[in-house]
């Protein structure tokens, strides 16, 4: 096997190979090709953390119910648009009890995966009212999302939040809503890529600012329970999953089933539309929807146009393991804790080798260790620092690509395998050796 | 149990009840609700025809193959976006050995249904070229196709083709191609509703007028094999399933698991994309895409942005049912004959009665017998008929709601009963006596 650092001219040749300027300005699939061939070439395995995958398998119980439903014949019959029955009623339990939040099972709709959710959502939201047809983004955030608006022709404002934490969020976002062309406000928390998670505070500015300008808050919970300072496993116990939805008038809520039930494979998630957008009618959406309301128009509009629903079995694996949740048999927390493990391990290692934590803090409190981090060697530029990263054996993504303003590296934990991580411990010791001054 | 003709007063008090002004107009869902009513309020079974429904069990070894590949762990990883590579090299398989067309793999890429197929080819094929952003739907058709033009906001222009059967075709497609908005024609053969088919001489002027005016042909294959004059299911030898894609240059061919495989469940189809339009390159589309071909941008920017790819699972499963087609041991077409033979049965008793079947002819040659047919009563219009039947127990959609200038109704026959099909007889009979001049 190879040592670090990897020779220089030979993977800069597989980079241009590649028709890539350079891998700091490189998407996350143009990264993992390049790495895959430097591996190749090298004959030399990288610790890899350019791709946001999960890398656990699925809940038991939620394949084993979709290998009964399959067998029970649900692959012959059209899935009803709306979703099965008893997954919109442990969607409406889930919500109960991890989010404390009430909402009626008609507000509670399956789809292909969050992916889905956000498409729809864009789509219907931006065609409800002619003067509100714009996209803001909390940024960073995951640039498909955006790549979703650009398809559909819809416009976008975004900001970088990191200098705008905390009450300083309230006039930031009055600055765009003031021009009333926003029609729905965009954000994860916890946030791919930085982690960093909003506070109560901060969802009741988003949800007051929201309600103000009659704007739609569409919160993308992809890192549902992950942030692991709070266990929120507890079915109808505080704490809870802090959300928008609780101050919110019109609110999304989008729940995947990828990250925290491992179930990416299958494009499996929910949406919860509130029950005021539901209800909501006006006389432009007429220009594209047959219903009435949103509610209607984005189930029987909208997702039935996209893909006449969400696969049958699937609805029946998701159903089984929200109910193992919702009755405290299964810790969805627990569950998904390697993840915290790995990070606090891998920040550590990089931390007293020289490398900083980009995104660190939600306000005061160091931010969770999870699903993602961000980090950057002092000095250089987040492209420059993984430019040099390459060779020595560990892959990321750059953070230019996120819409973040700052210096440095988006890394998931999920795919490094755990006898991978002393190696990378390694690597980053002899990098700081190499390069500090 | 209640005789027909059923209480005429009662009947009218549902469908006013639904705030429907009349079932001639209501679209199919509307319908299917209203006929819940009527059957629970009478206690009493109607012969329900409404609904394009597959009504047989999937082909078995697909789902054994989608069970082992859940058991596997798939579940737990995303799907490439462009596919699995079995399934891939399937499709193509299949595309020789039944259509007799030959692709590279590349070409063939699954989606998350038929309706993800025709939303992901109507999105990218209008986003090409800046003249070109009108779609051309040769009528009747699957109103849901329309649905998804008016999401888009993609304008559509049509025309019934019962009067331009054979070389008319060709000067009524001109008409509107010479105009030059015209960026794809959508069609699909066998036609939902009204169940003729193109022969090969009107699918080639399709293909020749779409070369001559460089548009996309999108052929919606939707009941392929299920022209039951014509075996096709000899792997590699003809008859072949006739396609436009043997003439077309730019096409997309949309297979869809759901009626030939009885796969509606899972929501899994496939699109062909002719090698000329995979490679197609405009500056326009940088507008809307990151990608710089048709083909990367349908796949890398379409259907990635839609729902990240399609279920992983239900992939292994249509290979394997493809597979079993390919190598000779499952014959498609034995599989779905029962749509036949009720089709049969239920023509034949509406025209022993009194009724006319409206679409009856492929030019010189009686259209097949399969899953959807036309018919009315003479002297009425297709509402009156309907609005008529629903006394005598039978339900179906008017042909007004499906692009359609003539009068009459569409049946579709696989929800039908075997058992239901003498009552079915009985009530067409008494219909005739209590009707005819």
Same mark, same amino acid.
């Given at each position: ?6 020779n ?5 040749k ?10 700091g ?8 090709k390049v790495i895959?061939?430097?591996?190749k !070439? *090298?004959?030399?395995?990288f ?15 939620g394949?084993?119910?979709q ?11 059209y ?9 919109k009623q ?6 109960k ?15 292909t ?21 714009k ?10 999302q955006?790549?979703?608006c650009r398809?559909?022709?819809?416009e ?15 006039e930031?976002l ?6 009333g062309d926003i ?16 506070n ?10 929201a ?14 329970g ?16 802090p959300t ?15 990250k ?12 919860v ?18 219903q ?17 629903g ?9 159903t089984?393991? =929200? ?8 810790? =969805?927390?627990?569950?998904i804790?390697e993840?915290?493990r790995?990070?606090?391990f ?20 160091p931010i ?9 060697y ?19 993504i ?11 590296l ?7 395998p ?5 190696? *990378? !411990?390694?690597?980053?010791?002899? *990098? ?6």
């Amino acid at each position: 096997m190879n040592t670090v650092p990897l020779n220089r001219e030979q993977v800069n040749k597989i980079v241009a190979d590649n028709k890539i300027e350079s891998l700091g300005k490189a998407s996350i699939r143009e990264v993992k090709k390049v790495i895959n061939d430097v591996e190749k !070439a *090298f004959d030399f395995k990288f610790v890899r953390m350019e791709m946001g995958i999960p890398g656990l398998p699925t809940v038991k119980v939620g394949v084993d119910a979709q290998i009964q439903a399959l067998k029970d014949g649900v692959s012959a019959i059209y899935p009803d648009i709306y979703g099965t029955l008893e997954l919109k009623q442990e969607t409406k339990r889930f919500v109960k009890n991890f989010l404390d939040v009430d909402i009626p099972e008609d507000s509670c709709v399956p789809v292909t995966g969050s992916m889905q959710g956000s498409f729809a959502s864009f789509m219907t939201v931006t065609r409800m009212d002619e003067k509100k047809n714009k996209l803001l983004f909390i940024d960073p955030g995951f640039p498909v999302q955006k790549q979703q608006c650009r398809i559909l022709g819809i416009e976008t404002e975004t900001f970088d939040v990191y200098q705008y934490r905390g009450e300083k969020l309230r006039e930031k976002l009055e600055s765009y809503l003031v021009k009333g062309d926003i029609a729905g406000i965009v954000y994860s928390s916890p946030n791919n890529p930085a982690w960093f998670c909003f506070n109560e505070e901060e969802l009741q500015i988003i949800a007051d600012v929201a309600n103000k300008h009659d704007v739609v808050v569409i919160e993308d919970l992809a890192y549902f329970g992950m942030d692991f300072r709070k266990d929120i496993s507890k079915p109808g116990i505080a704490p809870f999953q802090p959300t928008a939805a609780k101050w919110a008038k019109k609110y999304i809520l989008m729940i995947s089933g990828s990250k925290v039930f491992s179930y990416a494979g299958e494009r499996i998630g929910v949406i919860v539309i509130s029950p005021e957008l539901y209800a909501w009618h006006t006389d432009y959406m007429k220009k594209y929807f047959a219903q009435d309301t949103f509610g209607r128009a984005i189930v029987y509009g909208t997702i039935y146009a996209l893909s006449s629903g969400t696969s049958h079995s699937v609805q029946y694996g998701l159903t089984a393991v =929200m109910k193992e949740c919702n009755e405290g048999r299964y810790n =969805m927390v627990e569950g998904i804790r390697e993840y915290e493990r790995k990070a606090k391990f891998m920040k550590d290692a990089l931390v007293e080798n020289g490398f900083e934590i980009v995104y660190d803090k939600d306000m005061n409190v160091p931010i969770a260790d999870g699903f993602y981090f961000t980090f950057n060697y002092p000095g250089m530029t987040g492209e420059q620092t993984l430019n040099e990263l390459v060779y020595y054996g560990i892959s990321a993504i750059s953070l230019d690509i996120t819409g973040s303003d700052q210096q440095g590296l988006r890394a998931c934990v999920s795919l490094v395998p755990n006898d991978m991580l002393p190696v *990378f !411990a390694e690597r980053v010791k002899q *990098f700081n050796i190499d390069h500090k001054k």
